[in-house]
Nanobody
């Protein structure tokens, strides 16, 4: 069964850190670009970060630059999103998505992705 499973979400105080994981099963992530997206209540889903299939190119939305880091471990078939200095406005459901490609292109928009995870809740509150 092909699926992506996110984990690592939770409740954290402002200024805290979380590391989200996106684990693939049923397929290998080697030839997939990965994106992290989030959706807050009443808002549209937005692209947070993505990493290319080859060359490890990365993208971050301006609001998370310098605080979030995306990385991939192909041996573990997992992509991570390290989130530091979290703010209340980071509160959202976070989704990872995978798009088959062997290029170094960054896919920052949600259309075109082949697989999506179920999401993990991140709540930043004191």
């Amino acid at each position: 069964q092909v699926q992506l499973v996110e984990s690592g979400g939770g409740l954290v105080q402002p200024g805290g850190s979380l590391r989200l994981s996106c684990a693939a099963s049923g397929f290998t992530l080697d030839y997939y670009a990965i994106g992290w997206f989030r959706q807050a209540p009443g808002k549209e889903r937005e692209g947070v970060s993505c990493i290319s299939s080859s060359e490890g190119n990365t993208y971050y939305v301006d609001s998370v630059k310098g605080r979030f880091t995306i990385s991939r471990d192909n041996a573990k078939n997992t992509v991570y999103l390290q989130m530091n200095s979290l703010k209340p406005e980071d509160t959202a459901v976070y989704y990872c998505a995978a798009r088959f490609t062997q290029s170094s292109i960054l896919y920052t928009k949600e259309y075109g992705y082949d697989y999506w995870g179920q999401g993990t809740q991140v709540t930043v509150s004191s």
